[in-house]
């Protein structure tokens, strides 16, 4: 029982983590919780492979436990501290999440609007395959409350990353600049065509049509795109806030057309 309380008190420091609990097979009698989710670490993990380990999870990559510095188990400081970090490569204790640590140092991405070819997902992938949940199930309740919390934070990473619009609300969040989406649009000019857009939509007779009418607003959102990186390097960002909340129409309004297909 004194387990499941100290696991309870971790799940009302960080609400997320109940998406990544289940009970155990018997929580009747107070049976500890059991870890699910796609990112998980155990003392199994030489079987994973080094080259993973090597560059996100090696004794360099283990590091502040608390703001110590050190692993918050063994003491062992890291000789990288530069490197993400998911565990100690010493004694393999699960560390908990380092809030310094931005999604793009995560998937070890120089931190930039245009990220290029990348491949998040497949990164993303062989996480998933390398760091199985079954594979953190021996560990203490302090260390499934840690797997939980990098593995929730891996997932973020991967989404807000490989959206554009929400890499770009990202980075000015980086910036410490808040973006209201939904903040009205005055423009005259951008009123008019969000008219004429929602016209079309209605108007369109078949799927060939709204086809089109998609691939147009698809131009139109790749072109405002473009419009925040360069604003976002010219550091103008009242220009790269214009540009989101365009972004922000533009994708709505493809949802309305696949709505339709």
């Known amino acids: 029982m004194a387990r499941l309380f100290s696991l309870r008190r971790q799940l009302r420091l960080c609400p997320r983590l109940s998406l990544y609990f289940h009970p155990g097979p018997n929580p009747s009698v107070g049976a500890p919780p059991s870890v699910i989710g796609p990112l998980r670490v155990s003392d199994d993990d030489d079987r994973l492979g080094g080259g993973f380990w090597n560059t996100f999870c090696s004794p360099s990559a283990a590091t502040v436990g608390g703001g110590s510095g050190k692993c918050w188990s063994c003491g062992t400081s890291p000789s990288a501290p530069s ?4 565990f100690c490569g ?3 204790a699960v560390q908990p999440v380092k809030l310094s640590d931005d999604y793009f140092k995560i998937f070890g ?18 996480w998933q395959k390398k760091l199985h949940p079954d594979l953190v199930h021996m560990k203490s309740e302090r260390e499934k409350a840690y797997a939980a919390e990098q593995s929730a934070r891996v997932i973020d990473a991967y989404r807000t ?16 600049i808040e973006v209201d989406e939904e903040q009205t649009i005055s423009d005259p000019d951008m009123l008019a065509e969000m008219m004429e857009l929602r016209e079309a939509v209605d108007e369109a007779s078949n799927s060939e049509e709204l086809k089109q009418i998609r691939n147009q607003i698809e131009q139109k959102l790749e072109a405002w795109s473009n419009s925040f990186s360069k604003s976002f390097k010219d550091r103008d ?23 339709k297909l």
Do not use: H, W
Request: hydrophobic share 35%; with cysteine; proline share 3%.
């Open 83 to 86: 490197l993400p970090f998911l």
């Open 90 to 92: 010493s004694c393999r």
């Open 109 to 126: 991405l120089k931190r930039g609007y245009d990220i290029g070819d990348n491949d998040l997902e497949s990164k993303y992938k062989e």
């Open 161 to 176: 990353l490989g959206k554009p619009r929400r890499r770009a609300i990202y980075l000015l969040k980086l910036e410490g």
């Open 237 to 259: 960002f009242e220009g790269s806030i214009v540009s989101i909340q365009r972004m922000t129409y533009y994708e709505r309004a493809i949802e309305e057309v696949i709505k």
